[in-house]
């Protein structure tokens, strides 16, 4: 069998899988809500500011914060801020995925936007994927792109560099399948139905859970990218130290579910089903190695680039490239 590769994938025609189930569009002109859903755990130091980023957003009908057990000063914040759509649940420590799926369960959206605490959205975010929706009316999914910030806020990437990039519209399985390019919740608004009719995050996948849950809803419809930088996700102690330890070891148990859950492979044309997972599994090594370099550990950045090279020499040019790209905040 010919090996696949993230890339090659990208130039896949739509006909190579079995068709998705058609979906009704949305009403020309019909009135749209938007429930954003807020995982927070400890962190007060950035909290405000992203509810503030997600307040901000006027076509925004409510903010579902779920507390997961903090014990800093992070329920008092949510509490202090004064809006009629804010709304605050106690999760009692049973993780990032129950939080958002308890906050999914209380949402009264036609959309659902998953925010990180510590990130935040930029100005007319929403308006934009809204504007994507209206423009793919049987999309599950509109997603777009974000840039990377410091603790104190500052732009640290250079993803405005890549102007003019697409990713992936319409039927996106096999694509997405082959490696995650949504990359971050904050970017991305679900249609608040088909994320309850898949089932929602897995809660059983400490990492890439959401990559899960993108490919179950790609599974079921069809997905619009929105070529804009959306979000700005936030690179601090807490969450670059808790990257910094991952290995591409603790992605593989992700990896096994996705090519073992029998909604995706249902919608995945078998003859590739081998060749998407060995593309999956490079693709995450390849993040692996990223990580790494933004870390300052290239000896372990270049044993990552080595299994990669075991795998398949194919693909070892272009993550020898994004590996690069990477130390550049691109």
């Given at each position: ?173 096999t694509r997405l399948a082959a490696g ?85 492979l249902a919608r995945l044309p078998e ?60």
């Amino acid at each position: 069998m010919a090996q696949i590769i993230a890339e090659d994938v990208l130039d896949l025609p739509a006909s190579t899988r079995v068709a998705p189930a058609v979906r009704q569009p949305l009403p020309s002109g019909s009135t749209t809500s938007v429930s954003v859903v807020i995982p927070a755990k400890n962190v007060a130091a950035y909290v405000g500011e992203t509810l503030a980023s997600a307040l901000a957003q006027r076509e925004v009908t409510e903010v579902i914060v779920v507390d997961d057990g903090s014990d800093d000063e992070t329920v008092a914040i949510v509490r202090g801020m004064r809006d009629s759509r804010l709304h605050l649940f106690h999760n009692d420590s049973a993780g990032v995925s129950a939080a958002r799926n308890l906050g999914a369960r209380q949402a009264s959206g036609e959309w659902l936007l998953f925010l990180d605490a510590d990130d935040r959205l930029r100005p007319g975010a929403v308006a934009a994927l809204l504007a994507a929706a209206r423009g793919a009316p049987r999309a599950v999914l509109v997603y777009g792109d974000y840039n990377t910030i410091d603790s104190e806020g500052r732009q640290i990437g250079r993803r405005g560099l890549l102007k003019g990039r697409r990713k992936p519209s319409g039927d996106v399985l096999t694509r997405l399948a082959a490696g995650n390019f949504i990359v971050n919740g904050g970017i991305a608004l679900a249609r608040a139905e088909a994320f309850r009719a898949i089932g929602g995050f897995d809660t059983s996948l400490k990492y890439c859970e959401d990559w899960h849950c993108w490919c179950r809803l790609a599974a079921i419809g069809e997905f619009a990218f929105a070529p804009e930088l959306l979000l700005d996700y936030r690179l601090h102690t807490a969450n670059t130290m808790n990257a910094a330890v991952r290995t591409p070891k603790d992605f593989f148990p992700a990896i096994a579910r996705v090519f073992d859950d029998g909604l995706i492979l249902a919608r995945l044309p078998e003859h590739m089903t081998a060749g998407l997972r060995l593309a999956a599994e490079i693709h995450l090594v390849t993040y692996s190695a990223m990580q790494a370099v933004r870390f300052g550990r290239y000896r372990q950045a270049f044993a990552y680039l080595a299994m990669i090279g075991r795998q398949s020499l194919k693909s070892l040019p272009r993550s020898a490239i994004r590996v690069a790209l990477a130390r550049f905040g691109i």
